[in-house]
């Protein structure tokens, strides 16, 4: 393995840890590295823990067989993967062997109304299993986006989403997550789904489809026409983590949701002042708009009650129950709260 890097104390640093290994190390080409033995593998995960971002960027790995002059070694650095990037297909090998398995499914969260923590819908988060585990849908999406999957990968989570909920949903509805950046031309792209939701008999004003705040920043004009798509198609559409990021308010006016999902860690946060502040802004920015509001995170029956008090309608956390394949419809822990709109429809 040669190692290429302008930076000199960055091959220092890669020659320490490989003689910490055991590892065969020479510099014969000013500017290069060149590493070999049994623990390569475990020099990638040093590597990976005491590199900057920036550091793991700039240098680059090649691994083929070793060129016979100067010139086709600069040759074959040049068109070499950064160690960034093999670090992160490294790290992520496990799930992105998952994602050539057929076994994927969903795992359903309840989201309730706050006045009585009766179930009103579910949250549906992709999960699949590798050798025995159970790998989660974080994993499972970084994986894909480091292999150029994420398109496949996020079509296989609106299915598997609807179909898996077909046969106990009712009349309850369902938020499926999707990546804007995953769907080009929606027309196109959303057939699948439109197709999933047909033959589960799943009627689409029972569909919230749901993505992050981040993914919306990313490309707001792009995402205004693939939630266009869907609010013609009979779906409505949340915003999720709302509150996370500095332009929430301008995207909450921008996107108009019908439901706005209250970031975890802010939640999670209160009673904090600065975070007070920002539930209470957002919550009545969105009441404003015709939007529920949703608080995620909720964990205790204090948090519940916080998040009560600032005017959120609809709360999800392990308080009310944990993902589960197959969820339990159990009748409702009655609590009265008076104020607190009734339905996922607001008005």
Same mark, same amino acid.
């Given at each position: ?39 390569? *593998?475990?020099?990638?995960? /040093?590597? !990976? @823990? $005491? #590199? ?7 240098? +680059? &790995? ?31 090998? *496990?799930?992105?062997?998952? /994602?050539? !398995? @057929? $076994? #994927? ?7 309730? +109304? &706050? ?65 804007p950046t995953s769907i080009y ?55 999720d983590d709302v509150g996370a ?103």
């Amino acid at each position: 393995m040669v190692l290429a890097s302008r930076t000199g104390h960055a091959l220092r640093m890669v020659g320490d840890a490989a003689r910490e290994l055991g590892l065969d190390v020479r510099r014969d080409v000013p500017g290069t590295l060149w590493v070999s033995g049994p623990g390569l *593998p475990r020099l990638l995960e /040093l590597m !990976a @823990d $005491r #590199f900057t971002a920036v550091e793991l960027r700039e240098m +680059r &790995l090649y691994s083929g067989p070793l060129p016979a002059s100067r010139d086709e070694l600069v040759s074959r650095l040049l068109g070499a993967p950064s160690l960034e990037a093999v670090v992160t297909r490294s790290s992520a090998a *496990p799930a992105v062997r998952a /994602l050539h !398995a @057929d $076994r #994927f499914f969903s795992y359903y969260q309840p989201v309730v +109304r &706050l006045a009585d923590e009766d179930v009103v819908a579910y949250e549906a988060l992709l999960r699949a299993e590798q050798d025995g585990q159970l790998v989660p849908g974080g994993d499972l999406f970084t994986a894909a986006e480091s292999a150029g999957w994420l398109h496949a990968l996020d079509r296989i989570g609106r299915e598997s989403a609807i179909d898996g909920a077909a046969a106990w949903l009712g009349d309850r509805e369902l938020f499926v997550n999707f990546n804007p950046t995953s769907i080009y031309r929606p027309e196109v792209c959303l057939r699948t789904t439109e197709r999933a939701a047909r033959r589960s008999g799943i009627d689409m004003d029972r569909l919230v489809f749901e993505v992050v705040e981040s993914h919306a920043v990313a490309d707001a004009d792009h995402l205004l026409g693939i939630l266009e798509y869907y609010r013609r198609m009979g779906a409505r559409v949340a915003l999720d983590d709302v509150g996370a990021g500095y332009s929430s308010l301008t995207l909450l006016a921008q996107v108009r949701p019908e439901v706005v999902k209250l970031d975890k860690a802010l939640v999670q946060a209160l009673p904090d002042a600065g975070a007070t502040a920002v539930v209470r802004a957002v919550t009545a920015l969105a009441h404003e708009l015709g939007a529920v509001v949703v608080a995620e995170g909720i964990e205790t029956e204090v948090t519940r009650d916080l998040v009560c008090d600032l005017g959120a309608d609809l709360g999800q956390g392990w308080l009310f129950g944990r993902p589960e394949a197959a969820p339990r419809l159990a009748t409702p822990r009655v609590k009265d709260r008076s104020g607190a709109t009734g339905t996922l429809r607001r008005g």
